[in-house]
């Protein structure tokens, strides 16, 4: 089955055993909450936080134990240290630093990820992890959920699609830093268009990775609120699926598939409640790639292409001659 670039797949390519990513919590910083600000009205206040991370404990044995839960598990062999929740580079440079070397002093580790902001990367941050990209393989994960201004103001994202493209292209220009990007199908007034439409413009970015969630209503958002007061429907499985498959039909082979679906914590969750079923919503995921007998990069494309283009201009000019 091989319906997308798959990230597992990929990891156990390159590195020839079983690795798996370890969520920790760094911080609970984040330039989108403050005295004023809920931040992104999705978000809870765990930052969007993985149920398995225990942000009680010191960053060393968050890791020592995810490691071992992963390897119990998983049968994993390797791990990335990913710094999930919040906003992890919205920290003093000395701190992100200090991290990263207790991340990489840990026996089996072999990459990070930071998930960030778009618009919390400073030259000197990426100096700084850049240099730690020429130790080990690194992700910078950047959330930009949706590529609409309308979108981004309604759920109060605090930055723009060009902070988005910005941070893309000056993470690029380091050398050996992978680069993906967050999006969420389900948005609140958005439709299969602009669903499309965000995916055609993440498809258009020299990006390496994708990870598409399913809009989670978490009981303590303000979402919740807005969802309460009956203002947005939720999708059905099925619609979110054939969501899914609309986008990675979209996006080039290159762009590898980190996720498919979120994970999400049951008692903080709302709606929709069908997402706690992750497998069957893999399943179903997969039975529509099946059911359309499609894949990744199948609708990648933009513009005409040169046969396209003489076609159309053989027609213009031979109805011309009459
Ligand atoms: S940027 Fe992340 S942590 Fe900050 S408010 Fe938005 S979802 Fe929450």
Redesign the pocket.
């Known amino acids: 089955m091989d319906y997308y670039s798959s990230f597992s797949e990929h990891l156990k390519q390159r590195f020839g055993f079983k690795v798996y990513k370890v969520p920790v919590s760094l911080g609970e910083t ?4 403050n005295a004023t600000s ?3 009205t ?2 809870d206040n765990l ?2 936080a993985s149920p398995i991370i225990q942000n009680t404990l010191t960053l060393r044995k968050q890791i020592e134990k995810g490691v071992e839960w992963a390897t119990t598990r998983f049968k994993a062999r390797g791990f990335i240290v990913y710094f999930q ?3 992890n580079t919205f920290l003093p440079l000395r701190i992100l630093d200090e991290a990263l070397k207790l991340a990489l002093s840990v026996d089996h580790v072999v990459g990070i990820s930071i998930g960030t ?1 778009p618009d919390c990367v400073p030259e000197e941050m990426l100096e700084l992890i850049a240099s730690y990209a020429q130790q080990t393989y690194l992700w910078m994960e950047y ?1 930009l959920q949706s590529a609409h201004y309308r979108t981004l103001t309604a759920i109060n ?2 930055h723009s699609l060009a902070d988005f493209i910005d941070a893309v292209l000056r993470t690029k220009r380091k050398t050996n830093i992978h680069v993906s990007a967050h999006t969420i199908i389900g948005l609140p007034d958005e439709n299969r268009n602009d669903i499309i439409e965000t995916a055609r413009i993440v498809a258009s970015l020299p990006l390496d990775g994708i990870k598409i969630h399913l809009l989670h209503i978490l009981k303590d958002s303000n979402l919740a609120e807005q969802f309460r007061a009956g203002s947005f429907p939720v999708l059905s499985m099925h619609e979110y699926a054939s969501l899914v498959v609309d986008v990675i039909e979209r996006l080039p082979r290159t762009i590898l598939i980190q996720r498919i679906t979120g994970e999400a914590e049951k008692k903080r969750l709302l709606s929709p409640l069908w997402c706690l079923e992750k497998q069957t919503v893999i399943n179903a995921i997969h039975n529509e790639f099946k059911k359309r007998n499609t894949g990744q990069g199948v609708k990648y494309k933009f513009g005409l292409s040169l046969s396209e283009m003489e076609r159309r201009m053989l027609e213009k000019i031979s109805s011309k001659l009459g």
Request: glycine share 22%; with cysteine.
């Open positions: 984040c330039p989108n909450r809920k931040g992104c999705y978000c930052g969007s929740p919040f906003s902001r959330g994202r605090g």
